[in-house]
């Protein structure tokens, strides 16, 4: 019998001619392809082998003169025709044929040899269309010959699926592939865990695999003694540890990485222990096939840390290297999900460093040098790196990615680029922000991580940039006695995710009158300092700028003398911000009744436009919508901005003065929790609300404008859907003694000395007056603000149903497209146009999501690479619990009984979600969100144990868990399963 290797086509072409070469050169897995055959042949006693070559016919003459050539002339233009003529001597004797570009293991030529027809074809997929390794016995050359004449072709594979009726059909299993299919390529070198470790071992020079011992589950139960013999007599070390093999584990449509058991610190001398820890491998198989196999592999020892890398992005398959690692001598910290020092590090795949560890270059080289032997980039892979540096590889996986989510990389890369151009235009001074360089946030000031999210939808994000960070922001600081900062907009969008300019932030926080010198001074340190410190990102009004006076203060003043700040300069910015801090408390500026009154002309004029917004015609819509946005902005955002502004000042007072006026750590969240506030009385009239109750109809047009996503048009409001939001359970709102006001003017006296010793000249009843009104009045802005920007959205829906465009289409359209009609008639291509928009809006947000990018970015290097820590939550109580979670995906609905009795997940701490206080929930535990943020108030509100701002990792690692303690007093959030 023969072989016939077709390798006539053009083949690998490089710009050098010397680099071309056939496809049967083509590296595999550390072998070229031909070898592959090669060795698959002679194991079936096939010795003779023939060549029909055209494209540099030389370079495989030189590397096998063994064996025989054919040259086909004109091989450009050739077909299969041709070929046959060539090799006609050659058709007395069966033989396979196949194409160069194929290759196959014994296995699959043993099942093509099997066949009982004289003419078969071996296959690769159950829809019999690819071909690629045929048997011909001698007989039927002619017929063959006849049937590539009748359909001309060009290809071997071709052929044979024109006649495929007529042979014998065998399935090869996945044991051969076509070199042109990389995904395949891959799948058909890896194989379960064991036998991708045996294949890769000899071919790693940048990495190490361990040596090992498998075995199926059947061998198992017929030679446990032998095997168990084996694993005592082959390793030196001292400790093993029996991992899982599965055929389930690593498969390319789906995955259970880390379903299966896998047992650490056996003792290699402890034949009992190893007996127990195989079959409880084996058990964790449950009732599935017997090709299972058991890996036994020393155990590394003084290991530096351990992880898992991901070669793309397993959402998106973006062109990433994402790496879950932790430090310390354990291995399975990541995958188990029990890390205790977890952290994220992602990069473009071609960033070159520099990089933040020693081990980072070294282990992307063994990565790459991976990649290149399976001719695949999209992998799993688990790995340890030793405290000399030695980087060992345990397993090898490809990477399940959902194929629908892919992207472009070439869409990527452009966009990416795009964003580093906008971000070194944004690095560059500019007046009136002050300092230098890149500074940009997605939670710092008025924190679009928390209340938007990080890829917000088009009409999310355009309203609030719209009503809030375009303009309204700094208008609302000038009237506060805060520098002016006229047309700076505070948000910058990097490809759709929201980011706050902390430049022009921090510049915003300077007293108006602060002098240009100290004031450049100040907003460069403040810079450095966030820049060395960048955990502080999202608490720069606590740990970076000075906004106001506070008991405090001179502790803060102290900080900036260590770092060569001036007497004359310390003392200038301490008078500015007393005198700041005063014109506040004391009204001279604006006041907070002035703030309450400028609602009440947003409330009336509200009324008026409902009525407006609720005709039939959406171009009046649309029309009506400019001025409620601009009603908004003048009569909600800009007051409701002012009083946010006034109650912070007076946190930073409280906060200041506890260890005077709130000795126990208890007592400050006392106080809070006793300060009646619109947002308690929202959980009273929720909290046990029944629905035939006579006043449910006049709670649900009270409360009907809040949504769990303040700015999502796609979010049910609270009118929407009542019985989900409105709950069954009491809240109890158990208050203080005595009520805010009262505990504070008992303590006056010592409140008017303490505002003497800072030289505050303000008197100590005005104090308390605006540290309880503040707060009051702050909640109360913010509920009635949001009820201008529910009618806001509700009237897009109403306008979009017009246009007959749902709602989750509509949170594609900008709100900038929609006024921009306001003053002029509608074309009669504007729902055409919509939609083209939608569409639009809809591949970039996919892009969006596709692209990594720090909540906080300092230069250029962070768009390619950072590290993202577990963040340090803010803890509310002292409270200690266990219970199961829920996860409140933005996406999906619960039910009552699912919420009651859970600790809460949830990713934004937005206002909108407070519904779920009107049920009997455990705990809270959020992704974003400051010590200020609405939700930490209202925990502490309710004394509910909460962990506010748990950052990235930690939530992903929730999110997935089903029960945890949250010890809020030892600062520590624990999955327990």
């Not at 960070?469 to 700076?488: C, F, G, H, M, V």
């Not at 989750?808 to 729902?831: C, G, H, R, Y």
Request: glycine share 4%; proline share 3%.
């Amino acid at each position: 019998m023969k072989a016939i290797i077709l390798d006539y086509g053009r083949g690998v072409r490089k710009l050098d001619p010397n680099e071309s070469y056939p496809y049967s050169l083509s590296q595999i897995n550390g072998h070229k392809a031909v070898e592959w055959n090669i060795r698959a042949l002679k194991s079936c006693g096939i010795d003779e082998i023939i060549f029909v070559c055209g494209y540099h016919i030389e370079k495989l003459i030189a590397k096998y003169p063994q064996y025989k050539f054919y040259y086909l002339l004109n091989w450009e233009q050739s077909s299969l025709g041709k070929v046959f003529e060539v090799i006609q001597d050659e058709s007395d004797t069966a033989f396979i044929i196949f194409s160069g570009e194929t290759v196959f293991r014994q296995s699959a030529l043993e099942k093509l040899l099997s066949g009982r027809e004289s003419l078969r074809f071996g296959y690769r997929n159950e829809s019999e269309q690819d071909p690629i390794l045929a048997y011909i016995e001698a007989q039927r050359w002619s017929f063959f010959q006849d049937a590539v004449e009748k359909f001309p072709t060009k290809t071997l594979s071709e052929a044979l699926i024109h006649i495929k009726e007529l042979c014998e059909k065998i399935d090869l299993d996945d044991q051969a592939v076509s070199l042109n299919s990389p995904f395949e390529l891959t799948q058909f070198i890896l194989g379960s865990k064991a036998q991708t470790l045996q294949r890769l071992k000899p071919l790693l020079k940048r990495s190490m695999i361990l040596s090992q011992i498998s075995f199926s589950t059947n061998r198992w139960k017929t030679a446990q003694k032998e095997i168990i013999d084996q694993v005592q007599q082959t390793f030196e070390s001292q400790q093993i540890i029996v991992r899982s093999s599965s055929v389930n584990e690593d498969g390319w449509e789906s995955s259970a990485a880390g379903h299966y058991t896998s047992i650490l610190n056996i003792s290699r001398g402890d034949s009992c222990a190893i007996e127990q820890a195989v079959n409880d491998v084996i058990c964790s198989y449950g009732d599935e096939c017997s090709s299972n196999e058991v890996l036994i592999q020393p155990q590394v020892e003084n290991i530096a840390l351990s992880g898992v890398t991901f070669t793309r992005d397993i959402n998106h398959n973006a062109p990433y290297y994402v790496i879950n690692y932790e430090f310390g001598d354990t291995t399975d910290g990541i995958t188990s999900g029990e890390s205790k020092s977890h952290e994220k590090m992602i990069l473009r795949r071609d960033f070159q460093g520099p990089f933040d560890y020693f081990w980072t270059a070294p282990f992307l080289e063994a990565v790459k040098e991976i990649e290149t032997l399976l001719n695949y980039d999209s992998l799993d892979i688990e790995f340890a790196v030793s405290k000399k540096g030695q980087i060992f590889i345990f397993q090898v996986r490809p990477l399940v990615a959902c194929a629908n989510q892919k992207i472009n990389d070439c869409d990527f890369f452009k966009e990416h680029q795009n964003i580093q151009s906008f971000c070194e235009w944004l690095s560059q001074g500019r007046q009136p922000v002050l300092g230098d360089g890149l500074l940009l946030g997605n939670m710092p000031d008025w924190n679009p991580a928390e209340i938007i999210g990080t890829h917000p939808g088009s009409l999310a994000l355009s309203l609030y940039k719209k009503i809030i960070t375009d303009d309204i922001w700094n208008k609302a600081r000038q009237k506060s006695a805060y520098k002016k900062l006229p047309n700076e907009p505070l948000l910058y969008s990097l490809c759709h995710q929201p980011y706050i300019d902390i430049r022009a932030s921090l510049t915003s926080f300077l007293p108006e009158n602060l002098s240009d010198r100290v004031a450049e001074k100040l907003i460069r340190y403040q810079c450095e300092k966030l820049r060395d410190n960048p955990e502080f990102h999202d608490k720069i009004e606590f740990n970076i700028a000075l906004t106001c006076s506070s008991f405090d203060l001179e502790k803060r003043l102290e900080e900036l003398v260590q770092n060569g700040f001036l007497p004359d300069e310390i003392e200038e910015l301490r008078r500015e911000l007393r005198h700041l801090t005063c014109q506040c408390i004391l009204n001279r500026k604006t006041s907070i009744q002035a703030q309450l009154s400028e609602l009440d002309q947003m409330i009336s004029q509200r009324e008026r436009m409902k009525k407006a917004l609720k005709c039939e015609n959406p171009t009046h819509i649309i029309k009506e919508l400019q001025q409620l946005i601009e009603n908004t902005k003048r009569y909600g955002t800009r007051p409701f901005s002012i009083l946010a502004r006034y109650a912070f000042i007076s946190m930073s007072f409280l906060r200041s003065m506890a260890d005077d006026f709130f000795p126990s750590e208890n007592d400050l969240d006392n106080f809070l929790s006793s300060i009646s506030t619109v947002a308690t009385e929202v959980s009273m009239d929720l909290g046990g609300l029944k629905k035939n109750h006579s006043g449910y109809q006049s709670i649900v047009e009270k409360y009907g404008h809040l949504r769990p996503d303040t700015y999502d048009i796609t979010s049910l409001s609270y009118a929407e859907a009542p019985e989900l939001y409105f709950g069954s359970n009491k809240i109890d709102l158990s208050q203080s003694q005595n009520c805010p006001r009262s505990y504070l003017l008992d303590r006056q006296k010592l409140l008017q000395q303490k505002l003497k010793d800072q030289k505050l000249e303000i008197p100590a009843k005005n104090f308390i007056d605006f540290i309880c009104d503040s707060i009051v009045a702050r909640e109360f802005a913010k509920f009635e603000f949001t009820k201008n920007l529910s009618l806001i959205l509700d009237s897009i829906k109403v306008a979009g149903e017009h246009f007959k465009i749902d709602r989750d289409d509509m949170a594609f359209i900008s709100i900038e497209n929609l006024l921009k009609w306001s003053s002029q008639s509608l074309p009669s291509t504007f729902v055409v146009d919509l939609k083209r928009e939608i569409n639009h809006m809809k591949k970039r947000l996919h892009l969006s999501r596709a692209i990594h990018l720090p909540s906080f970015i300092s230069s250029n290097r962070d768009l390619h690479y950072f590290i993202v820590r577990d963040s340090e939550p803010n803890f509310i109580t002292n409270k200690k619990i266990q219970s199961s979670i829920l996860y409140l995906d933005e996406n999906k609905r619960f039910s009552k009984k699912q919420i009651n009795d859970c600790i809460i997940v949830i990713s934004r701490a937005d206002p909108g979600f407070d519904w779920i206080f009107s049920h009997n929930i455990k705990g809270l535990i959020t992704q974003y969100g400051g010590i200020a943020s609405h939700m930490a108030i209202r925990a502490a509100e309710f004394k509910l144990p909460a962990a506010i701002g748990c950052g990235e990792n930690i939530f992903e690692r929730l999110i997935k868990a089903q029960k945890v303690c949250l010890d809020c007093g030892n600062k520590q959030i624990k999955i327990l399963s």
